[in-house]
């Protein structure tokens, strides 16, 4: 079964620091992953797309990575700020499908100052 | 959140009704879909809609319905027959000319249902 499942479930950092958000997924045969962001009450806004070649990539202060052999994803955020508070939510694309996306349930990250 | 309208922003209704959630879109995107956000749980697809007078059921169909009259509508009735339609509604279109088939979403309705 197409499954991608996120961890930890919720944290809590302080302003500054780094924290480093991971996905795990059984989705094949696999399309691409994607990173994104969902402010509470909001729609989600894409933050990353990584295809099975790529292995790194970045946008901002947000780096992604992607392990094709052990099926895993982290989302690295450098030097938070209040704004980065939000659910980070891994997706992932089978090749066989064309408009269907497997998500998973997020990571609610909490930026204290 | 783009070019996708969505209306309104709260909505409540009392059990046994049928209600309508709006989804407009200007980017002139073919593709089209509804997908519902419960806590702790990741987006599920309700339906999808490729084009114009055509849609498919999504994982979770059972309860709702749709139309695609035009390319920048697709309206989702949630009718009384859903058990449990409390939820996060969400929209999202997708371009014919995306290679990587980037969703884009609306800002979400969010029903509750009494």
């Known amino acids: 079964k197409n499954q991608v499942e996120q961890s930890p479930q919720s944290l809590i950092i302080l302003e500054g620091k780094n924290c480093t958000l991971q996905?795990?997924?059984?989705?094949?045969?696999?399309?691409?992953l994607r990173w994104y962001k969902q402010d509470t009450g909001r729609g989600p806004v894409s933050l990353t797309i990584m295809t099975f070649s790529e292995n790194t990539k970045s946008n901002r202060r947000y780096t992604a990575t992607l392990d094709a052999d052990t099926k895993q994803s982290s989302l690295h955020i450098t030097a938070s700020q209040l704004s980065d508070s939000a659910s980070y939510i891994c997706v992932v694309s089978a090749r066989d499908s064309n408009y269907q996306l497997i998500w998973g349930a997020g990571t609610k990250l909490i930026i204290k100052p | 959140d783009g070019g996708i309208t969505q209306s309104p922003k709260y909505l409540f209704r009392k059990e046994g009704q049928n209600v309508t959630l709006s989804c407009e879109q200007n980017l002139n995107h073919d593709a089209m879909y509804w997908y519902r956000q419960d806590p702790g749980q990741g987006l599920r697809l309700i339906y999808y809609s490729q084009i114009v007078n055509d849609f498919q059921k999504g994982d979770i169909a059972e309860g709702y319905s749709v139309s695609r009259e035009k390319k920048e509508s697709f309206p989702l009735t949630v009718t009384s027959a859903q058990k449990n339609p409390t939820a996060f509604y969400l929209c999202?279109?997708?371009?014919?000319?995306?290679?990587?088939?980037?969703?884009?979403f609306g800002p979400g309705t969010r029903l509750t249902v009494t």
């Open positions: 996905c795990n997924y059984t989705v094949s045969p696999f399309s691409n």
């Open positions: 999202a279109t997708r371009g014919a000319a995306e290679s990587s088939y980037e969703q884009y």
